[in-house]
T-cell receptor
Framework: ETGVTQSPTHLIKTRGQQVTLRCSSQ?????VSWYQQALGQGPQFIFQ???????GRGNFPPRFSGLQFPNYSSELNVNALELDDSALYLC??????????????FGPGTRLLVL | KQEVTQIPAALSVPEGENLVLNCSFT??????LQWFRQDPGKGLTSLLL?????REQTSGRLNASLDKSSGRSTLYIAASQPGDSATYLC???????????FGTGTRLTVIP
């Protein structure tokens, strides 16, 4: 059984640029959630995808967008990067109809630095 | 709005000590509560998940309790080891939401 993988592991961008982060969910999981973790903070929910549809969104602006593909892998896109977007971005996959009550399995994260 | 608080923010103990980490949450309408471990710069590893109908869960040297009515959970680590050094996060799934709400974590250092 393959775990959750994320790419790239590290990324450096400048303000105003756009970035795409990728996540491959654990085998058999159809729900992917994305979280942003600033230094010294707990992860904050960005959004969740279930069977290719957005299934809940946290308090993040529209320049944070996502996709889920038929194989349940997912992308997180961030446009017009700001310095405060520097963080560890975590992807989590889960099985079940909504993922809410299932154990979420987290990937290793992508560390984004915006200069 | 659900708020999750973890106390203390940091803790240092000598190897072999038993210790307790605390987590409190404001909204008791939860599906479950999870404890995670996070090593520096790394992702999260799930340690224990307690369903809202349960009072505790155990895994090896770890024991987590849940008192939903008072909005509290504890993670008990027995006979701590240097390898236990990490940040420990608790998180709750509240009814009506699709996501985990996390605390800010307790950074544990076990001194050899």
């Amino acid at each position: 059984e393959t775990g959750v993988t994320q790419s790239p592991t590290h990324l450096i961008k400048t303000r105003g640029q756009q970035v795409t982060l990728r996540c491959s969910s654990q085998s058999g999981h159809n729900t992917v959630s994305w979280y942003q973790q600033a230094l010294g903070q707990g992860p904050q929910f960005i959004f969740q995808y279930y069977r290719e549809e957005e299934n809940g969104r946290g308090n993040f602006p529209p320049r944070f967008s996502g996709l889920q593909f038929p194989n349940y892998s997912s992308e997180l896109n961030v446009n017009a990067l700001e310095l405060d977007d520097s963080a560890l971005y975590l992807c989590a996959s889960s099985a079940g109809t909504s993922g809410a009550q299932e154990t979420q399995y987290f990937g290793p994260g992508t560390r984004l630095l915006v200069l | 709005k659900q708020e999750v608080t973890q106390i203390p923010a940091a803790l240092s103990v000598p190897e072999g000590e038993n210790l307790v980490l605390n987590c409190s949450f404001t909204d008791s309408a939860i599906y479950n509560l999870q404890w995670f471990r996070q090593d520096p710069g790394k992702g999260l590893t799930s340690l224990l998940l307690i369903q809202s109908s349960q009072r505790e869960q155990t895994s090896g040297r770890l024991n987590a309790s849940l008192d939903k009515s008072s909005g509290r959970s504890t993670l008990y680590i027995a006979a701590s080891q240097p390898g236990d050094s990490a940040t420990y996060l608790c998180a709750v799934f509240i009814i009506g939401a699709n996501n985990l709400f996390f605390g800010t974590g307790t950074r544990l250092t076990v001194i050899p």
